[in-house]
């Protein structure tokens, strides 16, 4: 009490602003607004739409103090919170009952957070622990400057990083996000998991790589090996799914490990690129979920079998999502691209001696992701329309003002800091909280490459003009002689478009494992935990004093492993 | 989940004529696979009741452009089945001749689409080039490219003159080298075998269930050839090879016709050199009261005519099987499972021919043969000199 | 004449249909391709898909059926497109005139431009009329 | 087995339901069958005997129409042509392409063609005709008539 | 102003130079076939036939997306050919590096996908398909291969590649060779050529994505392609034989080497069937990716 009243007394201690921790809490905020509008029509009509809207500002509030938070105790109580706050938001994407998900989440943050607390512990230990509880509480989030180099640091970093790892969603604490992206509403995944959470995960493991550990090569080099399966893996996941929300998912968790990555190059330019590319995440995966989401709510599913041709039915939204997937595929000149460009040239001037690796891994990891968005682009918004798709088209509703603002804005802010690239925010912001020299050996010029694939379209346009553009006719698909209206089968849903690599040598292999849950950490854990449960429900059999004893005996092994 | 069907035609640049096979697919796997004929029924059958026996002979050559001999060959054996008589042995030699360049033209035609649906233009090329040389000889002893006007009932209705014998046994000697290095590019080639090796396989007994025909059948293990089994024309007269092998994929399909083409042009050879002399018609005048059957050895397998006839001079009733008929519905057997890449060259190996398979042609009352060839070829031969001399090239 | 037209007539891309044929025309138009008479000297493609088609070469007696289609079909051809009916058949029907599934000769179904007579019209036959056709199109510009 | 073997084992086995037999030449022969045992008939020509089905030609003949089932036996060069004569009126038949796959189309372009009902056909659809063609109008009956007022007969060479 | 030359320059430089490829590509297929094969003109005159043919729209399509598609398409080509040319042929070069062209050159990938997508045909859906799959193939032994020379320039930049290369190519070099062989065939596809012209296979899927295009739309993508089929080829050389020389006696190496990388994509989609799409795939992911690591690995031990 005496510390807390201490710490109103005196918030300087325990609270300090960075310029990233500023930019950090302007994207927060916006994305805040977005939110909000956007949840007024996509929302509505739900039950406790009060609690809803407290929950979120709540959410926001945590946040903001997590950024400006210069104290380890105050961040991990905020941290935790944070973790509630998504289990509560998730809960609202179902009339009644929390989903299976929700508590997965809850207990993979949650177990993480205890892993935090853990770091936290070792970190007093190895750096106060002589000062006892007041300097634990004390215990300041800035300038440590601990080195790597006994067991218990190295343990303190993965544990504080683990923390991150989960809120951001990167392997192998990744397996919340999916099921969440498919049970949770959509504002809130926007809001959540694609953008506060990604912040704060990224956030909290740049400043604890940069200012509270010193970073040996060994630990880069797993950074940076956790950043490109995370990469791999989870694209290759993306590409086979069938459900809309659930391939973002795998994205969302397919875009933290270039941050990882970024960051484990423990080069000031792949930092800067990571968390570059952080923000430019963020902006287009909201734009991405919010897009998804208004094909959710007008179509009623988000199953991309019964989806496709939806462009009919809402152009302003097909517009925002092609521009964000053309962005996270990292499609010059789009802000995607400037960020991943400058995560290579961290990764080849601070990859190691095996930044080859990394560099095709991440380069490769992008062209699968445009080729799942390609997938998603087809059987959502292109390709035939399907039997609800057509009914939506005829319903001739339009898109309303409060989905479009947040759309356009994000989709502007997608083109713009691609087009100015690192120039304004990268300059003002991320350089001071990176520090060092910034070495680029390569070149990415993107104002005058926007001026080139401008005159490109240009080009193209006045070819268009000088043809017989403007008196086209309308005319039936050519299938060969047949129509498509006697054959409705004749739709290619897009569902099956990469059975042909699913079933290619190992991976067929793979893909059979990771539909098992082999891969899922939790799953796995529930399995064992399961296992267990047949042993317990043998041993106990409703008779109190065989549970007393169960009880003493463990109370026996567990003091004699705490001592 | 995620099924979707793809058309396969009517109007597709795989298929010639338009047929449309409805692929029914998940991702690029074929799970079923349906075909809708018709888009080429012309009632044959129907006309060749109103046409007298002589003239019926000109539609049946119109069923199939490619067929145009066997179709009249299966034709004047039914008739002469319903006497039954046989045919003067010049005239059986000169029919073996004709039907054994249809073959090579024919396989040579097939290789060359084969290589074309696979995107391998120049097989396509190099086939049809050798193609045009068979035509060649075609053209020297019928006087026509295709439509070879060669049969009748009772005979052939043109001699073959002794001064044209030598030239068209050279130029079928010197389609031999070039068959033979065709035969290398085609057999030997890695490419090749990965896409066509195990790839639409129909094995014997399913051969057997479908009543498979020819080279689609021979391919799977089935050693039937008509001209082996009944033999008919010369086929008799000399040493050849029946083609069989076993393992009744696309690739077998493919050794199953080329290698059959050195056997055709073995007979073919045979043939011109020891063509005996002698009448080449024996004129039919009324064609009794009764049935016929013919039967022969086509291109793409067995060809079949029952004729019926009640001593007019039409036939009541004339039906025609192709081979395609019973060679096409093994695409059930063959397709499913494989990918829409294979199932085009699977639905081509078995060499389709739906203007056969679409028959039922009808016979025709008038008796005037509705359109000379000749004339019309020669007129247009003529023109096209003309424009050609025009336009300056060569 | 206009460059545009010349431009057309220098590269005629044609697509192939067949309406219930005997398969020989048919032949005869693809041999049209192939080395002895190659029509790639004129500019002349076979086109895959019929929007890309400038000339239709169209063989066949017209049968029930693919007619139905032929119909469909030519709206679907970007103008300005041409139609060359190749063979007898494709001319009047032909030997199949009484047959109960032709009912119609082609030209009463879609505009013939030029008719190739023969049965089979030799590829010479099919050139020829298809750079007549080319003829008449630009003379009569 | 020789040629005579086989007629003389096929005539012993269905004694019952041949009712003609016509030997035209050493490799023909035309067996008429009552219609109601084609289908054991067919099936055990094709199965036991090992004969190939060639094809079914039906024709119109009135009272009758009349199908000739023709199997080929290769190894001794015999076509075995059965007739079968149903009634024209009522044209219905067991149907073989459900045993056997080879008779699965030539039955469903009987049945449009000569408006023969094949009882139990897997697959009874059109096969041949356009989708406008009229329901009970059968080109290969002697009886067809025009019934196209379109159609134009006047143009040919 | 220079700007605005360079682009034009980039522009109609590459379209001509790529129209004269593509007459050569039709030549020399024409000649191994025994043909005669098309005048000088024709591809030329087809992209004018085309401008004048009629604009047909699939019912149905999304109008705005099936005619930007080849648009978007065309402007990554000239800026992918504006890039080579700029850094071939101005000091120090500018705009973009390594990384940039690789993605520049997806673009027209991405716009044939785009365009098959927006056609509301089965048949162009699944071409498009395959399309895609198709660069998820390539793309792999692309960046390694075309990383070998990165290494052995020891510089991203493209100008920087080119000056590295001046006292020694890297096909001079074991790994540049192989690394070589594996991006001409990677171009192959790229290309969409036999045999891995599967996305367009003409006798499977009618053309595919482009089956609905007529017109202008077509007229675009066929430039766009013809364009390609200059591009790819100067970025082998860039990359490999340490680009383009114009003086002196290097005029002709640097022709030489053109038309032998374009006689060599001819000659391999002419003595080839079209391969499946998992067949593609397998042959990009297995044996190319092992050879282009191999390569790379030989090329960071200075092989």
Known sequence: ??????????????????????????????????????????MSGRKGLWRYYIYILATFLATLGILFSANFLLLLVLWGFLGLMLYLLIGFGREEGTPESARKSLAIIGGTDVLLLLGIVLIWSI????????????????????????????????????????????????????????????????????????????????????????????????????????????????????????????????????MVLGIGTGNPVGIAGALFHMFNNTIYKSSLFLAGGEVERRTGTSDLARLGGLVKAMPMVFAAFLIASLSISGVPPFNGFASKWMLYQGVISGGGTLWVVWLVAAMLGSALTLASFMKLVHSVFLGQPSQISREVIESREKTGFFTILPLAVLSLLCIGLGVIAWKIPFADYFRPGVGGELHMPGIWQSGPATLVLLAGLVIGYLIYLSGSIRKARIVAPFIGGETLEKNPDMRVSGVDFYRTIREIGILKVIYRLAEKKLFDLYEVLQKIAAGFGIVFSFMHNGILSRYLLWFVIGLAVLCIVLI | MGRTIIPIGPYHPLQEEPELFTLTVEGETVVDIDVRIGYNHRGIEKLSEMKTFENSTFVVERICGICSTSHPFAYTRAVEDVFPMEVPIRAKYIRTIIAEGERIHSHLLWLGLAGHFL??????????????????????????????????????????????????????????????????????????????????????????????????????????????????????????????????????????????????????????????????????????????????????????????????????RHKV???????????????????????????????????????????????????????????SREKTDRIKRRMGVR | MSLKLKALLKSPWVFHLSTGSCNNCDIETLDCLTPRFDIERFGMLLAGSIKHAD??????????????????????????????????????????????????????????????????????????????LIERVGGSQ | MTREEVLLDFTSRFHEDILDLYDKSHSRVYITVRPESMVRIGTYLFRNLGARFNIASGTDMPPNIEILYHFIVEDINLLISLRVLIDREHPVMDSLGKDIEALNWIEREMSELLGITFTGHPDPRRLLLADNWPEGVYPLRQDYEEWDEKADRTRGV | MTFVYLIVFGFAATAALGLVTSWIDRKVTARVQYRVGPPFLQPFIDIVKLLGKET?????????????????????????????????????????????AIYLLTVPSLSIILGGFASRNPLASLGASREMKLVMAYELPFILATLVPVIWAGDLSISGIIENQSDGITAGHLSGIIALIVALLCVQAKLALVPFDIPEAETEIVEGPLVEYSGPGLAVFRLMKNMLLFTLPFFLIILFFGGMRLNGINILWTLLEYVGIVALITVIRNTNPRVRIDQAVRFFWGPMTVLATAAVVLALNGI
């Open chain 1, 1 to 42: 009490m005496k510390y807390l009243i201490d710490a109103l007394k005196n918030p300087g201690g325990y609270f300090a602003s960075t310029p990233l921790s500023v930019v950090c809490a302007v994207f927060a905020a916006m994305f805040f607004v977005f939110t909000v509008v956007y949840s007024f029509r996509h």
């Open chain 1, 127 to 258: 750096r106060y622990g002589s000062t006892g509880l007041p300097g634990f509480l004390r215990l300041p989030f800035a300038g440590m400057g601990i080195q790597l180099d006994t067991t218990g640091s190295v343990i303190a970093y993965l544990c504080l990083a683990s923390a991150a790892f989960a809120k951001a969603g990167a392997m192998p604490f990744h397996t919340w996000l999916p099921d969440t992206a498919r049970d949770a509403p959509v504002p809130v995944t926007a809001f959540l998991p694609a953008s506060l959470d990604k912040l704060l995960g990224i956030y909290f493991l740049a400043r604890v790589t940069l200012e509270v550990f010193v970073m040996t090569p060994a630990m880069n080099t797993v950074l940076m090996a956790l950043g490109s399966v995370t990469i791999m893996a989870a694209v290759m996941m993306a590409l086979v799914q069938h459900d809309l929300k659930r391939l973002l998912g795998y994205h969302a968790v397919s875009q933290v490990g270039y």
């Open chain 2, 119 to 316: 995107g391998y233009n120049t097989v396509y090329m190099w086939a049809w080039k050798l193609r045009e040389e068979i035509l060649d000889v075609m053209e020297i002893l019928s006087g026509n490219r295709n439509n070879y006007a060669m049969f009748k009932p009772g005979g052939v209705r043109r001699d073959i003159k002794p001064e044209d014998i030598p030239i068209c046994i050279r130029k079928i000697e010197s389609i031999l080298p070039t068959l033979d290095m065709l035969k290398k590019a085609v057999l030997d080639d890695p490419v090749l075998h990965a896409r066509l090796k195990g790839v639409g396989v129909m094995t014997y007994q399913e051969a057997i269930d479908f009543s498979a025909l020819g080279p689609t059948s021979r391919a799977s293990g089935v050693a039937r050839d008509v001209r082996k089994d009944s033999p008919y024309g010369a086929y008799q007269e000399m040493e050849w090879d029946m083609i069989v092998t076993s393992n009744g994929d696309v690739f077998d399909k493919a050794v199953v016709r080329i290698l059959e083409m050195f056997e055709s042009a073995k007979i073919m050879r045979f043939c011109l050199e020891h063509l005996p002399g002698g009448e080449i018609d024996a004129n039919i005048k009324d064609v009794p009261p009764g049935e016929g059957i013919g039967h022969i050895e086509a291109p793409r397998g067995e060809t079949f005519h029952y004729v019926k006839s009640d001593g007019t001079n039409r036939p009541v």
């Open chain 2, 321 to 379: 099987r192709a081979p395609t008929f019973m060679n096409l519905p093994t695409y059930k057997a063959t397709v499913q499972g494989e990918t829409i890449s294979d199932a085009t060259i699977i639905l081509a190996a078995i060499d389709p021919c739906y203007c056969c398979t679409e028959r039922i042609a009808v016979k025709d009352t008038g008796g005037r043969i509705l359109y000379g060839g000749k004339d019309l070829i020669q007129l």
């Open chain 3, 55 to 132: 000339v239709l070469l169209v063989t066949g007696s017209g049968n029930r059926m693919s007619v139905e289609r032929l119909k469909a079909l030519w709206e679907q051809v970007p103008k300005p497109c041409l139609v060359v009916a190749i063979g007898t058949c494709a001319a009047s029907r032909g030997i199949f005139k009484d047959s109960y599934n032709c009912p119609q000769p082609l030209d009463q179904i879609i505009p013939v431009d030029v008719y190739i007579p023969g049965c089979p019209p030799k590829p010479e036959a099919i050139i020829a009329g298809v750079v007549k």
């Open chain 5, 56 to 100: 047909v729209i699939p019912a149905g399509a999304s109008r705005g997306t099936f005619l930007m598609a080849p648009v978007i398409g065309l402007a990554g080509v000239v800026a992918a050919a504006t890039l080579f040319w700029v850094n071939q042929f101005f000091e120090g070069g500018f705009m973009g590096d390594w990384i940039v």
